[in-house]
C-alpha cells in the first residue's frame, strides 16, 4: 500500500508540474483558434462530396457559386490553424508565466517575437509588375512550426524569471504608474536578450532551429503515430484513472501537442489533395476510443438500465444524457469505476482494445483519417463522421461500441452481484 502510495504521489507531482500544466493549459487556450478553423475547414472542405455524391446540387446555382468561392471561404481556415504556431507561442508564453507569476501579456507577445525572428521573411511582387514586398510563408507559421513556438515561449518565459528576479531590488516606477507600464517596462530586456539570441542564430549564423527540431522529433512523431502509442497512452490514461488522478490532465500535458500538430498537418494535406499523413491526430482518440467519456463507457448506462440493482438502475438513468455528450463523470463515480478493483479491469481493456481495431482500420484505409476538429461534447455518432468526412467511421465505431458492450457487460454483472448481496443483506 506504501508503494502504490508513492506511485500517486508521483503522479500527482507529474500532473502539477509548471511546464506540464503550461503546455497544457496553452494548448487549451489555443483551442478557440483549432475550432474556428475547423469549423471553416469543414465549410470548405465540401468540393468532393458535393460532386461525388450530389452532382444535381454541384451543377446548380447554388453548387457552381459554393465551387467558385472554396478559397474564400477557407481564408479562416488558412488565418489560424494555418497560422497555428504564432497563437501557441504567445498562449504558452502566456501560461508559463502565469505559474511563475510573471506577467502574461508581455511574456506572450515576446514569444511571438521570438517565434517570428525564427522565421525568414522573403522580398516578393505581391502582383504582377509590382514592387516587391516583405512577406512571410504560412508555411513556417503552421503546424510545422509548432514544437518550435512552443520553444520559444518556454525560453522566453525562463529568461525573464531568472532576470526580472535578479533585478527586484531595483528602483521601480512610482507615482501612480499603471501595473501593464510597470510590467511592460519589467519584461523588455529579458525578452530583448531572447530576441536577440534568436535573431543572431537564425540571421547572423544561418543556423535553423526549426530544421533541427523536425529533425530531432522526427522519431517521437514516429512512435506517437503508432499503435504502441495508442496502447501505452490508453493504459497510462485509464490506469491514472482507476487511481484517482486526472489521467487525462497527464496525458494532454505529454501528447496534446503533437497530436494538434498531427490534425493540423493532416487538414493542410487535404486541402492540397495530397494523402493524409497521420492517423492518431486527436479526434481519433475522441471519437473512436474515448467515446462516451474514458473508458469508452457510453454502452454502460444503457447496461445498467436493465440491472437489477436500483443503485445501478438510478445510476444508468442519471448518467445516460450525459454520457451521449461525452461526459461520464456520473458514471466513473457513481457506479463507481475509479478505486474498483473489478471494474478497473475493463476500463482498461475497453478502450485498449478499442484502439487496436480503430488503428487496424485506418491504417488499412477501411475508415478515413481524421482531419477535422470538431466539439468534444458532440455525441460520437455525429463527431466521428464530421472529424473524417467518411460515413464508413460510423460503421468502426458501432463495432467498437458492440465490443466494448461485451467487455464491460460480465464486469458490471459481477459488480452487481456484488451490490445485490449487501442490498440484501
Given at each position: 500500500?506504501?508503494?502504490?502510495?508513492?506511485?500517486?504521489?508521483?503522479?500527482?507531482?507529474?500532473?502539477r508540474?509548471?511546464?506540464?500544466?503550461?503546455?497544457?493549459?496553452?494548448?487549451?487556450?489555443?483551442?478557440?483558434?483549432?475550432?474556428?478553423?475547423?469549423?471553416?475547414?469543414?465549410?470548405?472542405?465540401?468540393?468532393?462530396?458535393?460532386?461525388?455524391?450530389?452532382p444535381?446540387?454541384?451543377?446548380?446555382?447554388?453548387g457552381?457559386?459554393?465551387?467558385?468561392?472554396?478559397?474564400?471561404?477557407?481564408?479562416?481556415?488558412?488565418?489560424?490553424?494555418?497560422?497555428?504556431?504564432?497563437?501557441?507561442?504567445?498562449?504558452m508564453?502566456?501560461?508559463?508565466?502565469?505559474?511563475?507569476?510573471?506577467?502574461?501579456l508581455p511574456?506572450?507577445?515576446?514569444?511571438?517575437?521570438?517565434?517570428?525572428?525564427?522565421t525568414?521573411?522573403?522580398?516578393?511582387?505581391?502582383?504582377?509588375?509590382?514592387?516587391?514586398?516583405?512577406?512571410?510563408?504560412?508555411?513556417?507559421?503552421?503546424?510545422?512550426?509548432?514544437?518550435?513556438?512552443?520553444?520559444?515561449?518556454?525560453?522566453?518565459?525562463?529568461?525573464?524569471?531568472?532576470?526580472?528576479?535578479?533585478?527586484?531590488?531595483?528602483?521601480?516606477?512610482?507615482?501612480?504608474?499603471?501595473?501593464?507600464?510597470?510590467?511592460?517596462?519589467?519584461?523588455?530586456?529579458?525578452?530583448?536578450?531572447?530576441?536577440?539570441?534568436?535573431?543572431?542564430?537564425?540571421?547572423?549564423?544561418?543556423?535553423d532551429?526549426?530544421?533541427?527540431?523536425?529533425?530531432?522529433?522526427?522519431?517521437?512523431?514516429?512512435?506517437?503515430?503508432?499503435?504502441?502509442?495508442?496502447?501505452?497512452?490508453?493504459?497510462?490514461?485509464?490506469?491514472?484513472?482507476?487511481?484517482?488522478?486526472?489521467?487525462?490532465?497527464?496525458?494532454?500535458a505529454?501528447?496534446?501537442?503533437?497530436?494538434?500538430?498531427?490534425?493540423?498537418?493532416?487538414?493542410?494535406?487535404?486541402?492540397?489533395?495530397a494523402s493524409?499523413?497521420?492517423?492518431?491526430?486527436?479526434?481519433?482518440?475522441?471519437?473512436?476510443?474515448w467515446?462516451?467519456g474514458?473508458?469508452?463507457?457510453?454502452?454502460?448506462?444503457?447496461?445498467?438500465?436493465?440491472?437489477?440493482?436500483?443503485?445501478?438502475?438510478?445510476?444508468?438513468?442519471?448518467?445516460?444524457?450525459?454520457?451521449?455528450?461525452?461526459?461520464?463523470?456520473?458514471?466513473?463515480?457513481?457506479?463507481p469505476?475509479?478505486?474498483?478493483?473489478?471494474?478497473?479491469?475493463?476500463?482498461?481493456?475497453?478502450?485498449?482494445?478499442?484502439?487496436?481495431?480503430?488503428?487496424?482500420?485506418?491504417?488499412?484505409?477501411?475508415?478515413?483519417?481524421?482531419?477535422?476538429?470538431?466539439?468534444?461534447?458532440?455525441?460520437?455518432?455525429?463527431?466521428?463522421?464530421?472529424?473524417?468526412?467518411?460515413?464508413?467511421?460510423?460503421?468502426?465505431?458501432?463495432?467498437?461500441?458492440?465490443?466494448?458492450?461485451?467487455?464491460?457487460?460480465?464486469?458490471?454483472?459481477?459488480?452487481?452481484?456484488?451490490?445485490?448481496?449487501?442490498?440484501?443483506?
Amino acid at each position: 500500500m506504501k508503494s502504490w502510495d508513492r506511485v500517486l504521489e508521483a503522479l500527482a507531482r507529474m500532473a502539477r508540474q509548471r511546464h506540464m500544466l503550461a503546455l497544457r493549459d496553452g494548448m487549451i487556450a489555443a483551442l478557440p483558434v483549432i475550432l474556428i478553423g475547423s469549423t471553416f475547414l469543414l465549410l470548405g472542405a465540401q468540393k468532393d462530396v458535393l460532386t461525388r455524391y450530389f452532382p444535381g446540387l454541384a451543377g446548380s446555382g447554388v453548387g457552381q457559386w459554393y465551387l467558385a468561392h472554396t478559397a474564400q471561404i477557407l481564408i479562416p481556415y488558412r488565418l489560424t490553424m494555418g497560422m497555428l504556431s504564432i497563437y501557441m507561442a504567445f498562449t504558452m508564453g502566456a501560461s508559463l508565466a502565469r505559474q511563475y507569476d510573471l506577467p502574461p501579456l508581455p511574456q506572450g507577445i515576446g514569444a511571438v517575437v521570438v517565434f517570428l525572428l525564427s522565421t525568414v521573411p522573403s522580398r516578393i511582387p505581391i502582383e504582377p509588375g509590382g514592387a516587391p514586398t516583405w512577406v512571410i510563408p504560412l508555411p513556417s507559421l503552421g503546424p510545422e512550426a509548432l514544437f518550435l513556438s512552443i520553444l520559444c515561449g518556454l525560453l522566453t518565459v525562463e529568461a525573464s524569471r531568472v532576470f526580472i528576479k535578479k533585478t527586484t531590488k531595483e528602483p521601480s516606477l512610482e507615482g501612480g504608474v499603471p501595473q501593464a507600464v510597470t510590467d511592460a517596462f519589467a519584461s523588455f530586456l529579458p525578452v530583448l536578450l531572447a530576441a536577440s539570441v534568436m535573431w543572431g542564430l537564425r540571421h547572423l549564423v544561418g543556423f535553423d532551429v526549426q530544421k533541427m527540431l523536425i529533425s530531432a522529433l522526427k522519431p517521437m512523431e514516429t512512435l506517437g503515430d503508432s499503435m504502441g502509442c495508442v496502447v501505452l497512452v490508453n493504459v497510462a490514461l485509464h490506469v491514472f484513472g482507476v487511481a484517482g488522478v486526472h489521467g487525462i490532465s497527464v496525458i494532454n500535458a505529454v501528447f496534446l501537442a503533437l497530436w494538434q500538430k498531427f490534425l493540423a498537418e493532416n487538414a493542410a494535406a487535404h486541402l492540397a489533395g495530397a494523402s493524409i499523413p497521420y492517423i492518431t491526430a486527436y479526434p481519433f482518440y475522441q471519437w473512436f476510443i474515448w467515446a462516451g467519456g474514458a473508458g469508452i463507457t457510453l454502452p454502460v448506462p444503457f447496461i445498467l438500465l436493465f440491472s437489477r440493482s436500483g443503485h445501478l438502475r438510478k445510476i444508468g438513468r442519471f448518467g445516460l444524457i450525459p454520457s451521449l455528450f461525452n461526459v461520464n463523470e456520473p458514471i466513473l463515480f457513481g457506479v463507481p469505476i475509479v478505486a474498483n478493483p473489478i471494474l478497473a479491469i475493463p476500463f482498461v481493456l475497453a478502450p485498449v482494445t478499442a484502439g487496436i481495431i480503430s488503428f487496424v482500420a485506418v491504417s488499412a484505409g477501411l475508415v478515413g483519417r481524421p482531419f477535422i476538429e470538431v466539439p468534444w461534447v458532440l455525441p460520437c455518432f455525429i463527431g466521428a463522421p464530421l472529424a473524417t468526412q467518411d460515413l464508413r467511421s460510423l460503421v468502426l465505431l458501432g463495432i467498437n461500441l458492440g465490443v466494448s458492450t461485451m467487455i464491460w457487460l460480465p464486469f458490471l454483472k459481477a459488480h452487481e452481484r456484488k451490490l445485490m448481496t449487501n442490498e440484501d443483506s
